[in-house]
């Protein structure tokens, strides 16, 4: 670090006097004026000496009053300067503190993480120090029987339970049987009613049908009498304008004939006429009468020859007129008769509809009893097969039952002829052991009687422990409501075989 500001230390040699000037002026002019024996004095100023003093006690590190006014306004600034929030340094230093924070909190995060990590550890070590414990535990003789009976006694609580719940479900199936015979037999009730109703509606509509037929019948019959007196009247209409065309056609073929024979005469006048004219002229008009009576006679058969087609035409229409009358007499007879067929069709169509509206209805009301019937057989069926089942389920369920009862008997067998060559191996062990330390010395023996004791006292606690796990267990059994008779036997037959071994 350097040293303190001193400043710069001005001398008089070091002064240009030709632009300041000599500061010492006054002291060399003095010196010049003095005595020669002072000339080798030297004249300081009181300033100049207490500088001198003060450079003479100092040592060098030392500040002055203006060093001392920098440092402390320095101070300041950088005092001022450190709450500045967007300076380089702040920048710098905040970057650094979030840096390091973060670097904080990661390594607590870590630290956390490794002790949860421990901790997991060290429980996964302790639940296998457990479970290997507990599958030793479970692994021995006494503790396998009781398990064994323990699900003997599930067993026989489940076999109670299905039990009941068949029961259940046969009382489910016989009262649903009932209520569905008591349901078909209402519903058979409710048809036979709707049946009987509907029997008593068809009744009065075939009835109402009946007259308004009837009065259809009626109506068209007089609707027809009438058409067939408007028919008459229009035929006797037709026959009187018929008569009085013929009539007509009477007078004026008379008039025709009338005007016939007028136009003759008067020909036959003219011919006379021309030959009582001409006869004076002979030879001249000779050919002229022969052409003009030839004449005559052609308008003569003219004249007969258009009488007779008009007989004819008189004829014809008349037989015309006759073949109409004819006709609207057939067109009105045949329309009486269509109408009288169409009458009586439309009745057999309506009885034959209301037969086959019938018809459907039995058919109808005999499919539905037999498929009351087919649904009825059906169901017998069903609860035959339904009780087959469960009496082969029920078998099923005892040869099972049995197997199993077998097979855990056959388990409980091998674990006691297990047990019974362990305990024979373990008594042969000890005879032997018995005879090796006969030949051993007394401490020996003091430390086997000692050990045998801690054995049995090891024997005792474990005694106790699974007599407190068997009754936890048979209380909670004989809480569940399951058969605790299985787990009563076996730890009666523990206990007894430990009374034994003890004595």
Known sequence: MPGPFRGRIAYASYVDESL???PHATAVQRARLSAPELSDAAVLSASELHNISFRARSTGREMSQKQLDRERLHALSNARKAKWPNTIEANRERKERVRQEKLDAEERMRQEIDKEEEALQAEKRRLAIERANKMLYDSTDRVKALHSKLMLSDVLHERERQLELKKVQEAKEIATEERW??????AIRRMDAEEDLRDEEELLKRQE????RNTQIQQQKELHAKKMAELRREGEMIKQMAQADAEAEARQRLEELERAKLAHAEVVEANQYLLRAK??????????????????????RDLLERRAREEERFQKKQAFRQQLIDAQ???????????????????????AKAQEARNKMDEQRKNELLVMQMSRQQQMRWKRERKAQAEIDDLHYAT??????????????????????????????????????????????IMDMYEAEQTKQWTQDDDAIFDQYAQLCLDEYVAEGKNPKPIQLVMQKIKSRQAGIDS
């Open 209 to 212: 049908v009946a007259q308004v």
């Open 329 to 351: 007499v057939a067109k009105l007879t045949d329309l009486n008769a269509a109408t009288n067929q169409r009458l009586e069709r439309q009745a057999n169509e309506v009885q």
């Open 279 to 300: 006869e004076e002229e002979h030879a001249i008009e000779r050919a002229e009468e022969a052409r003009m009576l030839a004449y005559a006679k052609q308008k003569e």
């Open 181 to 186: 015979y008591q349901k078909q037999q209402e």
């Open 20 to 22: 300041f000037g000599n």
């Open 400 to 445: 099972e039952l049995k197997k199993l009862n077998q097979r855990l008997r056959e388990e409980e067998a091998m674990a006691i002829r297990d047990k019974f060559e362990r305990a024979k191996a373990r008594d042969e062990f000890l005879l032997k052991q018995v005879d090796e330390k006969r030949s051993r010395a007394e401490e020996e023996q």
